[in-house]
């Protein structure tokens, strides 16, 4: 513990931790090990002013030394971020470990659990904006090379870039007259499914046939060549990406997952349901399905007008009664229906105030009375 710049700590493990921090550290940067240090130092720092009766190894546990820790890193303002949390937990872990096998006490390396750790955020490329996707696709067409179909099928179907590689050369299927699908065999998440395309798309499969067959390397039922293996053509693509983008103005860089969440927030804006869009992306959770999705508060605002445009979805509207041609006490009833039906559709389309209300009491009451008259003996007997 001596390399920190700051005073030695006064703590009585402060000497094994030490041991434990040099032991781990010996081929690491100086960076880990000032990680290492700091995280050592803050988890004695605390058992000194919460637990300061601890003064031994054998001492420690996990309830309520190593949870009431846990405890504070999460109470700190401002807030660790979560990748900052997620490395202190790993740090300290490692170095109760290590003193797991100097001390020895095999107890010591439970006390830190793998479950303790959560799981880092994961972090998706986002959608192209509008003018970024509209000049990366002009840029292919202006090209009209390998390259540039490739990624326009990527564009189209919401492929990933694998999946791609590993499309077979046959891979365009007619479903009925005129209309086609691309079957997409197994793939990251050991699904394979079809994915309906259209004319467009057709032709773009049709031109890397075309490619293909004068490519040098010897056919093997794939639809791109592959110069060595996946990974060589793989990389290849997402060269000719970064140069396209450039050529194309686009300051940023684009990776090739990006036109898969362009293509699910088109299709989400284009009415697809969101089990049918599940199914075009090959997702089987739809928690993944929600981080491709771009949704603005355009999308928000088309889907708050549509519902309201369609009350229907929203409440169910009393089915109005016929007015009945029958006299005497069932007349009145049905009287009474109508009335209580025709009041109902005027109460739902007032704004709630003073008005809606007193006909709410109205209604309350006609239906007291529609409940009285029920009862009557009829005088037609």
Not at 240 to 268: C, K, N
Not at 328 to 341: E, M, P, R
Request: charged share 25%; with cysteine.
């Amino acid at each position: 513990m001596s390399r920190s710049r700051r005073a030695p700590l006064e703590h009585p493990l402060a000497h094994l931790f030490g041991l434990a921090v040099d032991s781990l550290t010996a081929a690491l940067t100086s960076e880990s090990g000032r990680q290492y240090r700091g995280t050592a130092r803050h988890f004695l720092t605390f058992l000194g002013t919460h637990y300061p009766e601890v003064g031994s190894l054998d001492q420690l546990r996990r309830d309520p030394h190593i949870l009431g820790w846990l405890a504070d890193l999460r109470s700190q303002i401002p807030p660790l971020v979560v990748a900052s949390y997620i490395h202190r937990l790993m740090f300290l872990r490692c170095i109760l470990e290590e003193l797991a096998g100097i001390a020895p006490l095999p107890e010591l390396a439970h006390l830190l659990r793998r479950q303790d750790v959560p799981r880092a955020p994961q972090r998706l490329p986002r959608a192209l904006t509008a003018q970024q996707d509209q000049l990366l696709q002009q840029e292919f067409e202006h090209r009209n090379d390998l390259g540039a179909n490739v990624f326009l099928l990527l564009r189209h179907t919401g492929l990933r870039i694998g999946e791609a590689a590993d499309l077979s050369h046959d891979c365009l299927h007619a479903t009925s007259p005129d209309h086609w699908a691309i079957h997409v065999p197994l793939g990251k998440l050991k699904t394979e499914r079809m994915v309906p395309v259209d004319s467009f798309v057709c032709q773009l499969v049709q031109r890397l046939r075309f490619f293909r067959s004068f490519d040098p390397l010897p056919p093997d039922g794939f639809l791109l060549a592959r110069p060595r293996n996946k990974q060589t053509l793989i990389r290849k693509l997402r060269g000719y990406l970064h140069e396209a983008s450039v050529a194309a103005g686009i300051p940023t860089r684009i990776v090739p997952h990006q036109l898969r969440h362009t293509y699910a927030t088109e299709m989400f804006r284009s009415g697809v349901s969101f089990p049918a869009l599940m199914k075009l992306l090959g997702h089987t959770s739809p928690d993944m399905t929600l981080l491709y999705l771009d949704i603005a508060l355009t999308d928000l605002q088309r889907e708050f007008h549509r519902a309201r445009s369609q009350p229907r979805h929203l409440a169910p509207q009393p089915k109005a009664h016929l007015v009945s041609l029958r006299s005497g006490l069932n007349g009145v009833v049905d009287s009474l229906l109508t009335t209580q039906h025709v009041l109902e559709m005027f109460r739902r389309g007032l704004p709630d105030g003073a008005a809606r209300r007193r006909l709410d009491r109205l209604s309350n009451r006609l239906t007291k009375i529609l409940s009285e008259t029920r009862k009557l003996d009829s005088p037609e007997k």
